[in-house]
């Protein structure tokens, strides 16, 4: 079918084409019959994506140093994909004490009644590692710093243990992003980022991707994309397109903000302890400076023991920093983690509960005096207490 001339004249944009389809159409029958031959960087099927999504995988390859890349519905979606793609019953799964919750409870609810062993291990843990590898062991799952208590691991001592032993590596790298630690440089096997967070930057969309070297990796987690329908709305690969033209804007100005009230907190008399690696107080802060290159832009602290009335005045207390879950976005988050929910059940960082700040692009004296003024509300109540 021919178009009309005057859509025929040459165009060009600075976004990118958002090509939908679930239908994927061939020229003859043979292109049909052997259609799963184009995959994993072709097309076959809508479920492992279109023109977009391969745009998005290459961008996000080369910010990792990484040869293929695989992109998820989330962070979460991402990580479950990582190790579906290859942990079986039989084999025994390593996973940090201080990964998302999701991936732990899949791990124990659900891997753990298909046979797999799992194990949860200390989060601080560097070679140490190599004592707890067995010969059925298949992964082991990081994530630095700690999604809520901010240990750091060393990664390059981990790795080196895991490729003797002929055992894959995943770090959840969302914290750091690409532009803060290259993890595949430091021997990670796959590189797992929920592109929620610093990648779309503006908390209007859910992704995660999986970055990777080994072709023949990269082969199995297209294949389990498409297997557990695993697929992504070109949509939403454009707003994360989008997202990638000011990363590093937005991680460098984030950072800075993030260092500055920070420091303000270590010196609040109600901050009992503040978890952040980039200050020279926090034990991984030498792992941090040896191995990363940007602050992050998440933190968290512990108050002054007081009453649960007292944290309800902080976080009602609050103008700028917004209260929710998730972190990365271009505004302030504040959360809460009970002590209950975050503490390590075999490795407890803390019994108490936690207070995690997520530092966007707000003017960062307003955010202090928002903080302060927050703090005096809990310090009054812990007072009356």
């Known amino acids: 079918m021919s178009l009309p001339t005057s859509s025929q004249q040459a165009f060009a944009s600075l976004s990118p084409a958002v090509m939908r389809a679930s239908t994927v159409v061939f020229d003859t029958f043979e292109d049909f019959v052997q259609r799963k031959q184009r995959q994993p960087d072709g097309f076959s099927y809508g479920v492992t994506g279109t023109p977009t999504a391969r745009l998005l995988e290459q961008r996000v390859a080369a910010l990792e140093n990484a040869r293929h890349c695989v992109i998820a519905p989330s962070g979460a979606a991402a990580l479950m994909t990582t190790v579906m793609g290859f942990v079986r019953g039989g084999d025994h799964l390593l996973v940090s004490a201080a990964c998302y919750g999701a991936l732990k409870t899949f791990a124990e609810k659900w891997l753990a009644h298909m046979g797999v062993e799992v194990e949860l291990y200390r989060p601080d843990i560097g070679a140490d590692i190599a004592e707890l590898i067995k010969p059925t062991t298949r992964m082991i799952c990081m994530e630095a710093p700690g999604?809520?208590?901010?240990?750091?691991?060393?990664?390059?001592?981990?790795?080196?243990?895991?490729?003797?032993?002929?055992?894959?590596?995943?770090?959840?790298?969302?914290?750091?992003?690409?532009?803060?630690?290259?993890?595949?440089?430091?021997?990670?096997?796959?590189?797992?980022?929920?592109?929620?967070?610093?990648?779309?930057?503006?908390?209007?969309?859910?992704?995660?991707?999986?970055?990777?070297?080994?072709?023949?990796?990269?082969?199995?987690?297209?294949?389990?994309?498409?297997?557990?329908?695993?697929?992504?709305?070109?949509?939403?690969?454009?707003?994360?397109?989008?997202?990638?033209?000011?990363?590093?804007?937005?991680?460098?100005?984030?950072g800075a903000s993030t260092l500055q009230v920070a420091h303000h907190l270590t010196?609040?008399?109600?901050?009992?302890?503040?978890?952040?690696?980039?200050?020279?107080?926090?034990?991984?802060?030498?792992?941090?400076?040896?191995?990363?290159?940007?602050?992050?832009?998440?933190?968290?602290?512990?108050?002054?023991?007081?009453?649960?009335?007292?944290?309800?005045?902080?976080?009602?207390?609050?103008?700028?920093?917004?209260?929710?879950?998730?972190?990365?976005?271009?505004?302030?988050?504040?959360?809460?983690?009970?002590?209950?929910?975050?503490?390590?059940?075999?490795?407890?960082?803390?019994?108490?509960?936690?207070?995690?700040?997520?530092?966007?692009?707000?003017?960062?004296?307003?955010?202090?005096?928002?903080l302060d003024q927050a703090l005096a509300q809990y310090a009054n109540a812990a007072a009356q207490a």
């Open 147 to 254: 999604t809520v208590t901010m240990e750091m691991q060393d990664i390059p001592a981990i790795t080196a243990v895991a490729r003797q032993r002929g055992v894959l590596t995943m770090l959840d790298n969302t914290w750091a992003s690409p532009l803060g630690l290259k993890c595949l440089d430091h021997g990670v096997d796959f590189s797992i980022q929920a592109a929620t967070k610093f990648l779309g930057g503006h908390s209007d969309v859910l992704m995660g991707c999986i970055s990777m070297n080994d072709h023949g990796h990269y082969d199995i987690l297209r294949e389990t994309q498409s297997i557990l329908g695993q697929q992504v709305s070109p949509e939403d690969c454009f707003l994360v397109l989008r997202g990638l033209e000011t990363l590093q804007l937005r991680v460098q100005a984030q």
């Open 267 to 370: 010196r609040h008399p109600m901050v009992e302890r503040l978890m952040y690696p980039p200050l020279e107080s926090d034990p991984g802060h030498a792992l941090w400076k040896r191995d990363y290159k940007t602050h992050g832009c998440l933190f968290s602290m512990i108050l002054k023991p007081a009453p649960e009335s007292a944290f309800h005045g902080f976080f009602d207390a609050l103008q700028h920093f917004v209260i929710g879950a998730s972190w990365g976005g271009v505004h302030s988050l504040a959360a809460y983690y009970p002590a209950a929910l975050q503490a390590n059940r075999a490795f407890p960082a803390t019994d108490q509960p936690v207070v995690r700040l997520s530092i966007g692009l707000e003017d960062p004296t307003l955010l202090i005096a928002d």
